[in-house]
Nanobody, 124 residues
Framework: QVQLVESGGGLVQPGGSLRLSCAAS????????MGWYRQTPGKQRELVAT???????VYADSVKGRFTISRDNAKNTVYLQMNSLEPEDTAVYYC??????????????????WGQGTQVTVSS
């Protein structure tokens, strides 16, 4: 099976920075797109940023110029550097990845997987 584990959330003052990490583990064959989404109570989960295995990126308009997504393919890890944080960025941030892996029957299987979420709170 596959597991995504996030880290790096916490409390930060407006204007501050945080760096989120998400590491994928398991019998991974390849990872295509990795990304970050966020969700606040009563709202749908929304895209923050995605990055393909070749390095192309997509950002939500609300984070362009402040957030940077990157990945280390050798470590199966994606990062989100968040600068100039605003109270509106407060949310639970979820990692997502499109992963091909070998299941317990050694059969190549693909799917989209989510991490458990990490809380980011921007407040003075």
């Amino acid at each position: 099976q596959v597991q995504l584990v996030e880290s790096g959330g916490g409390l930060v003052q407006p204007g501050g920075s945080l760096r989120l990490s998400c590491a994928a583990s398991g019998s991974i064959f390849s990872i295509y797109t990795m990304g970050w989404y966020r969700q606040t109570p009563g709202k749908q989960r929304e895209l923050v940023a995605t990055i393909r295995s070749g390095g192309s990126t997509v950002y939500a308009d609300s984070v362009k110029g402040r957030f940077t997504i990157s990945r280390d393919n050798a470590k199966n890890t994606v990062y989100l550097q968040m600068n100039s944080l605003e109270p509106e960025d407060t949310a639970v941030y979820y990692c997502n990845a499109e992963i091909t892996y070998f299941n317990d029957r050694a059969i190549k299987t693909a799917g989209y997987y989510w991490g458990q979420g990490t809380q980011v709170t921007v407040s003075s």
